[in-house]
């Protein structure tokens, strides 16, 4: 069965699995005071040309949220997100559970605009209200659409301009990144963000997520932080090895481009077929419309997320291409929808 | 100057100021264990014709409902409110610092529809999302607007269905319960509630509102989540005495039946002027829409609340009459807006 | 029955109920934003001698203690208390309802000693243990002890070294400041401490507690704090009417001075019957040692709190006078103690 | 240099380097949902001999510590736990975080005692004070002490007494059950404990603990604590994996007495030098104390915690062998300290 479920579906890249196995008998500092992490930091600050970033390592998205906001905000304070963050509507309630109320506002395709950042500012006026600190984007968006340079800029203009904190998800940073319309830098982030992670686990890593910390007041104690909300593994190194390995020799950005690409020819295939987009994405997350006849043939040989019902006759999917993707299974996906499309029309 | 501000801007009825002064050097039980706050609940029980409802007395709205939904819920559960909920706008977050989402939803003129609760329901399918456990309704509204008796079982029906909690926020129930079109009665609610509560802070009480707990698992270990939510006054008759006051001889109605006469007034008159409303209200708030201009004049001699601006000329306000509001300040304000009308069609 | 139970058992003083009477017609601004408020606060900071401390009114004890130590502590931070400390033991956890950890030190006679301190700050050396943020301590303390001038001047001190805030609890301060060995000034206090309360409800007021904030940085956005932990009452100036009452003419020491006065003829006549304290006490709180059999008799009589056992035969119980205790029913306990002790001798 | 330092400082064991290589490419169903997770909890069960048994994969211990308490506790709900206790002392205020008292009772050898579980029970009486729900002990303990079967059985009948639910934190569980004086098998924990956890991290494993749930009402919605604590990793089988490689023939017990006999021979030879011990264990911790003098010069070639000072000339260290120490790094701590003591006698 083909598979397009999801980017966590398989283990980690070759570089990780070989520094696993050729680091596993030596002795490391616990907690992630080891020099695996040391190395692993030294390369992003590379990437992010900026020597002051604070870096850490922590084991999921999830957590990375929770621990951010638990660590930036005081408890009267809120973030603003749009209707289809992560934050918002996947996790649980997290941010709700540590305390802070998750202020939501219309996405355009899955993006906040500024307007909507000057209006929850405005609304909010007294404390009878709370009162919004922070701004949380995802790059590439829950959508699989992705920011550019100059839409980035004018959020983080509006954040400085309201004195919030610009918070950025990259739990699909790679993705986005390599996309062939984007137009931002690593560092271009370390310019513009108070405070944004690098995705791991959806890049070819078996877990992990590095949060960058560029905003000094937030640097400050945030490894009591990370203990506190259950984040810190005794083994740090095995998260230290994670980032060594996708950034000593560009990993993070070859195992991005091989999604992309696969997403690529799907996206081109599926155009030629004359299937609908839900929304226009140039990441490795594509949303086709199919009609519900076709999707219950499809479904028998192919995995993958139902998104939502469109209207009465179809239905939004979510397929994902991976770092490990098989250019030839979507072929074969493109086939088999060519071909039941055929039958279709023969019957 | 005139003041249609609130319905706490005042102190309390003769009934309450009374029960203050003959019980003043008496000797009381603590925390609420006294003997006034039982004949207190006596009375209540009464109007509810339920003996089994556990009553509660708290200090106010905030307090009450972070208390109660703290109660109700664990910790991955969360609450559906519309988004004119006072949970979700007025109370700085208070929900959310006890841990819990509010899952919004759209109002209807400030009331929640049956089917908003089966959306919410069905799309927080699994174990990625908050689960959907209580949902919150005011009665008055918000916007002042009431259920009906069909309109509450209706909600009532769905959340059974569904094994919500229904939880009514009864800050101004003596005025919706007064109001000309209302159908429904204090026994009606111990019937269709599953916890709910009666407002005397916005009804001619000093403060204070009584949770009513229909629901036996609600009803465990409830004086422990007062306590620990600060809500638990050492004075605990003080309370007691505020719904001895409004209930003993009916004062509570007498004093809604007021509010909602001067409002009933006021409503006419501002119809007679051909003064739009907001939304239609047969409670103690109203929502007019004036001219920027005619509303300029008038807040020179009238207290009331901006609501929203509703284009680029007009804007709307809040009005609130109360158990204290004198009949000659509403024709008072007729006047004067009769009079501002008269000088703008001279100039 | 004589009752030594408790300072909360009757209502207010004559100042307070003249002054509810007298405004209760008037109207108020909402939320404590009122001219009661105003003036109430401008007769404390003139026994502060401090016109910059900013003061709130809340309307109880637990209320005020989470809510002060949310609004000053970061979620890693804890707070260090004795271990008969009120926040530790007698407030359902709401400290840690509010997500902070309580540090528990030895008390001495419910006092902290300076040397303690150090202590706890040396044993909290890295982020996998919270962070000592706070000193709490109580004046009178839960033993009705009280600390002299150069005790909390050294507690102040050694708070400063190691940047902690320090925090008084003063539900029963008036009983303290009048105590005959005392020799600490309201000035004092504000000289002193970083933050605290001077408590109203044990000493003649309906309810309610004063925080004052000396401390720039706990100053910010507290108000914010109070509605979210919901101790903001729509009828603000009721809060007000209490320290006017209290603070206006010096009831707050009078009534304090009363209270005490009651408890030292008490005390003396315990001494002369020979009976042991468990503690010793110069303010309003008194420890009586009664054998077991003596207790079991005046039981039946007076109402007081069993404190603890001392042994097989002796229990230590808790005496308060308040206010509005008669010295006749001083004198009354006293005769019946001697008259219990006789009739015992004699069989 | 050699290290004693702690059981966290390498890798995983063989099998599960292993498992990670021979299923890196396969495709896996995310959230430890996938077949892996299945097969390693079959043998878990098989070793619980219990089938209804329910398990969870964690990633750490304070993860799992936190994550279990919040599912098992209501907000007014603590939990009691020896002094020495993990959840107190080194967790940084999680469980505070998330709400909760940790009620500290005096431990004997980091061991709870029944009589202490009484008395706690006994001083909360009411709603002024928590209630408390759970008793938290470790086995092995902070201080590497073990739990016999009888006293665990005791502990076991006291939380069913007092309707107390019964955690056991086994981050050292292996090394517990294959002490030399341990009569406890994996299938009584089943049957004495409601809920408890297998420990991974410390035994060979990169990450992960078990987390075995008896008590049905605890199963309930345990997914969504999972989650929203942050501890659902989207490559769950990468939990899945340590412990199929750890259960699947028998490496966790074979890890742990590795640990054992290399601490046997470690404790062994410093018996024979006449160092005493601040504690006595049988397992993979020791604490001898050295004289300062003789701890200087240690310190120079081995790592190893300083515990706490015992008076001024000596200090308690803590020793941990693991599953991966060398029998010949023992031996060479014990010549370099026969060594040293020679040294000091020649002087």
Chains 1, 2, 3, 4 share one sequence.
């Not at 998260?239 to 070859?254: D, M, P, S, T, V």
Request: aromatic content about 6%; glycine content about 8%; charged content about 25%.
């Amino acid at each position: 069965m083909l598979s397009f479920m999801n980017d966590y579906s398989e283990g980690a890249c070759v570089e990780i699995l070989k520094l696993l196995e050729d680091t596993n008998t030596m002795q490391h500092a616990g907690y992630g005071m080891d020099s695996i992490c040391e190395e692993a930091k030294a390369y992003i600050k590379k990437e992010l040309e900026n020597e002051l970033a604070e870096i850490h390592f922590l084991t999921g998205g999830t957590q990375t949220n929770k621990t951010v906001i638990a660590a930036a905000l005081r408890p009267y304070e809120a973030v603003i997100a749009v209707d289809t963050g992560h934050i918002h509507v996947h996790e649980t309630g997290a941010i709700e559970n540590s305390g802070h109320k998750v202020i939501t506002v219309k996405g355009v395709a899955g993006k906040m605009l500024p307007e909507a950042i000057d209006k929850v500012v405005e609304e909010h006026t007294d404390e009878h209200m709370v009162k919004p600190a922070m701004v949380y984007i995802s790059n590439s968006t829950e959508l699989g659409t992705i920011y550019t340079k100059q839409e980035l800029e004018a959020i983080s203009r509006k954040c400085k301009e309201h004195g919030l904190i610009l918070f950025l998800d990259g739990a699909r940073l790679g993705s986005a990144l390599m996309a062939c319309d984007n137009d931002i830098k690593m560092r271009d982030l370390a310019q513009l963000c108070d405070i944004f992670y690098i995705g791991g686990t959806k890049n070819g890593a078996l877990l992990g997520e590095a949060v960058i910390i560029l905003q000094d007041r937030l640097k400050e104690n945030f490894r009591y932080y990370i203990k506190q909300n259950g984040g810190m593994l005794a083994k740090g190194w095995i998260l230290g090895i994670q980032f060594l390995g996708l950034f000593q020799e560009g990993a993070f950005y070859r195992l991005a481009e091989h999604a992309n690409r696969c997403a690529d020819i799907l996206r081109k295939g599926l155009k030629e077929l004359g299937i609908p987009m839900l929304v226009e994405t140039t990441t490795n997350q594509i949303f086709p419309i199919f009609s519900n006849e076709l999707l219950e043939d499809l479904e028998k040989e192919v995995k993958m997320s139902i998104w939502e019902r469109v209207d009465r006759e179809s239905t939004a999917v979510r397929m994902v291409t991976s770092w490990n993707t098989k250019e030839e299974d979507v072929e074969k996906l493109l086939f088999l929808l060519e071909d039941l499309r055929l039958q279709k029309e023969k019957s």
